[in-house]
């Protein structure tokens, strides 16, 4: 089977290395940090194990198998030569970044590998000025549990092949990932411009004092989340009437009057986030421990879920 090389062994770095070891590629992780590397490989190891022991394990391999198929090297040339695809998790940081991609550049040896970055908002045209292998980068940016929320963004540089955007899409759809394809870059790709857009119509609610946080967050968790897990907010609309057009007709005077009520973006500050944290805090304080307790009961919740999704026929 192929090989893909992971740059950079982090919480994004592990996730892709064991979603690329589902479907039986032969995974090869550097990173600039030893320990770190070894102490990867201890955890991916244990997060298979859980996996399986849950059911939620990928692929058709058992988690010993798909350990097996994934090393480490202290040799980021290893890690690119003769790849496949080479994904980089390094710090969002993008001088890193751009140094880390001209060596990869430096590495690779053919004009088939997808050099990809999982970069949650540094755009491409940036990210990608000047490498000479421009027409063979791609973002590929994951959602945060990888394994458990399927969702991975595609964002091209202007000058990104055709073929290296349709041959990133294939090995998404191949390793189980469900991804979404951006025609040309925008600031926020989609996912994070559409919550941006939610976070800002919650801040305003509860700063300008008609609601409180917990109970903002119950119109996501008790309602709008619950049908947007199967549904998308287009689905919704159509569902909703007896199709797209009559929704329009019925609603969609409604949803321009209260659009023009929204104002402008939240400053953000000091004063009104002191006053949210405060509120959140009384239901889940920001100690590490019982954050990391929650982050638990969230990723549990997900796990269920993607349990009831995978059973559900389409
Ligand atoms: P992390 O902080 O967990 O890991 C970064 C890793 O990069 C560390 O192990 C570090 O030693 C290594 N590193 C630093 N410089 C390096 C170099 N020159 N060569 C090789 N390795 C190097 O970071 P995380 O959270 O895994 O994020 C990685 C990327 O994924 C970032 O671009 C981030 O924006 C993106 N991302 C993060 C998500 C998240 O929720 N954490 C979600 C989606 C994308």
Redesign the pocket.
């Known amino acids: 089977m192929a090989k893909v090389g992971i ?7 592990k996730s892709w290395a064991m979603l690329f070891a589902s479907a039986g590629y032969q995974v090869l992780i ?4 030893e320990d ?1 590397l070894s102490r990867a490989i201890e955890s991916i190891g244990t997060q298979l194990d859980e996996f399986e022991k849950s059911g939620l394990l990928r692929g058709k391999l058992s988690a010993k198998e798909q350990l097996k198929l994934i090393k480490t090297s202290r040799n ?1 040339g290893d890690v690119v030569v003769n790849s496949k695809h080479v994904q980089e ?4 940081d993008l001088s ?1 970044k751009q ?2 991609f001209k060596e990869i550049c430096k590495y690779c040896n053919s004009d088939e590998t997808v050099l990809c970055s ?4 540094i755009m491409p045209s940036k990210l990608f000025v000047g490498l000479e292998r421009v027409s063979q980068c791609i973002i590929a ?4 549990p990888p394994s458990l929320c399927p969702l991975t963004e595609i964002v091209p540089h202007p000058e990104t092949s055709q073929a290296v955007r349709q041959r990133t899409r294939d090995l998404m759809e191949e390793i189980g990932q469900v991804p979404v394809l951006l025609n040309k870059e925008i600031d926020g790709f989609a996912l994070n411009r559409i919550q941006y857009s939610v976070i800002n119509e919650c801040w305003r609610l509860v700063q300008a004092w008609y609601m409180t946080t917990e109970d903002v967050d119950k119109v996501m968790t008790a309602g709008m989340g619950m049908r947007y897990a199967f549904i998308g907010p287009f689905e919704t609309c159509h569902l909703n009437a007896e199709g797209t057009v009559q929704y329009m007709d019925k609603y969609a005077e409604g949803i321009k009057r209260v659009s023009s009520t929204f104002g402008p973006t939240p400053e953000y500050d000091k004063d009104s986030v002191a006053k949210i944290n405060q509120e959140i805090c009384q239901k889940v304080p920001d100690t590490r421990e019982q954050l990391e307790q929650r982050r638990k009961w969230r990723d549990n919740g997900l796990a269920e879920l993607a349990k009831l999704k995978k059973q559900l026929p389409e």
Do not use: A, F, R, W
């Open positions: 740059v950079g062994s982090g919480l994004i770095g550097y990173d600039v940090d770190q980021l998790c390094v710090y969002e890193l140094k880390v999982s970069t949650s908002c940016h994951p959602c945060n």
